[in-house]
């Protein structure tokens, strides 16, 4: 059986659909050539000619080698979805983690709505969801917040946080995301908030919160998130900066000299509220970690980028 790449079948279904009479003799084309041997070379050898019936023999031979059909090529399906049509599942574009996010709901462990026999789940519990689930669950569940969490062991131990009175209140009704790295995927994550602000009804219900490092690293990425509102930090870095730095071994000053590219970038985005934070990161040359802010039991609170 011919082994085509998805670069073969895109220039095979350009020239099938467009009924290109010739095509450049290239790289990509001479693999085809050698694997089909449809099409009349000229005497330059720059070009490859096709005749009508070529455009069907093309057809005919990629379906039955490939199992596709290239006047209906469609890459951008997951590989359950293309296992139906061809033994190469990896054709397809959309990879396994792209559609999954890392979750946990508080609220989903507590009363009659957790039926946990095995005694499995508790407020470290998190779950590989679909987005459709996620999405499902904020339309129909009173969650208010969306939590965007940057490292993963703070993921995991996020409910050790100290988080005041009205955040705390708050995240009773909140979803917890993992931000995405290593082996998750932080397609899903972005496709999620993707559709949270494509639906007018769930970007007015949810609030969407970034819970990252105290520095202009973790800032650029709450910046970066789709819909990012709020800031989850300490509340000293907002009322008292000063006693927040003279905490021992907390800021980790040869770190924020790392990230004169997120420094730049930040200066030229209008940061709202975020300002006096910036430019208090940068005057006094601030990286405070997430590890910290929760071994050091600092109170966390919620700063929103525009009032």
Not at 24 to 53: C, M, T, V
Not at 83 to 88: A, G, L, M
Not at 179 to 199: M, V
Not at 276 to 305: A, D, E
């Given at each position: 059986?011919?082994?085509?790449?998805?670069?073969?079948?895109?220039?095979?279904?350009?020239?099938?659909?467009?009924?290109?009479?010739?095509?450049?003799?290239?790289?990509?084309?001479?693999?085809?050539?050698?694997?089909?041997?449809?099409?009349?070379?000229?005497?330059?050898?720059?070009?490859?000619?096709?005749?009508?019936?070529?455009?069907?023999?093309?057809?005919?031979?990629?379906?039955?080698?490939?199992?596709?059909?290239?006047?209906?090529?469609?890459?951008?399906?997951?590989?359950?979805?293309?296992?139906?049509?061809?033994?190469?599942?990896?054709?397809?574009?959309?990879?396994?983690?792209?559609?999954?996010?890392?979750?946990?709901?508080?609220?989903?462990?507590?009363?009659?709505?957790?039926?946990?026999?095995?005694?499995?789940?508790?407020?470290?519990?998190?779950?590989?969801?679909?987005?459709?689930?996620?999405?499902?669950?904020?339309?129909?569940?009173?969650?208010?917040?969306?939590?965007?969490?940057?490292?993963?062991?703070?993921?995991?131990?996020?409910?050790?946080?100290?988080?005041?009175?009205?955040?705390?209140?708050?995240?009773?009704?909140?979803?917890?995301?993992?931000?995405?790295?290593?082996?998750?995927?932080?397609?899903?994550?972005k496709s999620l908030l993707k559709q949270i602000q494509n639906?007018?009804?769930?970007?007015?219900?949810?609030?969407?919160?970034?819970?990252?490092?105290?520095?202009?690293?973790?800032?650029?990425?709450?910046?970066?998130?789709d819909g990012c509102q709020q800031l989850i930090l300490p509340?000293?870095?907002?009322?008292?900066?000063?006693?927040?730095?003279?905490?021992?071994?907390?800021?980790?000053?040869?770190?924020?000299?790392?990230?004169?590219?997120?420094?730049?970038?930040?200066?030229?985005?209008?940061?709202?509220?975020?300002?006096p934070l910036f430019n208090w990161m940068c005057l006094s040359?601030?990286?405070?970690?997430?590890?910290?802010?929760?071994?050091?039991?600092?109170?966390?609170?919620?700063?929103?980028?525009?009032?």
């Amino acid at each position: 059986m011919t082994a085509f790449s998805k670069t073969q079948l895109n220039v095979i279904a350009n020239a099938v659909i467009k009924r290109s009479s010739r095509v450049p003799f290239n790289a990509a084309w001479k693999k085809i050539y050698r694997q089909l041997e449809i099409g009349q070379l000229d005497g330059a050898g720059k070009y490859l000619h096709f005749s009508l019936a070529d455009f069907d023999l093309l057809r005919e031979m990629v379906n039955i080698d490939a199992g596709v059909d290239v006047l209906n090529l469609d890459f951008n399906v997951d590989r359950m979805a293309i296992s139906n049509i061809t033994s190469k599942e990896k054709y397809a574009n959309i990879r396994p983690e792209a559609n999954y996010v890392l979750v946990k709901a508080p609220f989903m462990l507590t009363g009659e709505v957790c039926r946990d026999e095995f005694g499995l789940f508790d407020e470290q519990t998190a779950f590989r969801l679909h987005i459709d689930r996620v999405i499902e669950v904020c339309r129909n569940k009173p969650v208010s917040d969306l939590v965007i969490v940057e490292n993963l062991d703070i993921f995991d131990a996020v409910h050790q946080g100290d988080f005041n009175v009205e955040l705390s209140r708050r995240l009773g009704n909140a979803l917890f995301v993992y931000r995405g790295g290593g082996t998750h995927s932080a397609a899903g994550r972005k496709s999620l908030l993707k559709q949270i602000q494509n639906d007018a009804g769930l970007a007015a219900k949810i609030t969407i919160s970034a819970f990252v490092d105290l520095d202009p690293a973790g800032l650029q990425i709450a910046c970066l998130l789709d819909g990012c509102q709020q800031l989850i930090l300490p509340d000293l870095a907002v009322s008292q900066p000063d006693r927040l730095l003279n905490i021992p071994q907390i800021n980790d000053s040869s770190d924020y000299y790392k990230q004169s590219r997120q420094v730049s970038h930040l200066e030229r985005l209008d940061l709202g509220e975020w300002q006096p934070l910036f430019n208090w990161m940068c005057l006094s040359k601030v990286s405070i970690k997430q590890q910290h802010m929760l071994t050091k039991n600092l109170l966390l609170t919620g700063l929103l980028r525009n009032k």
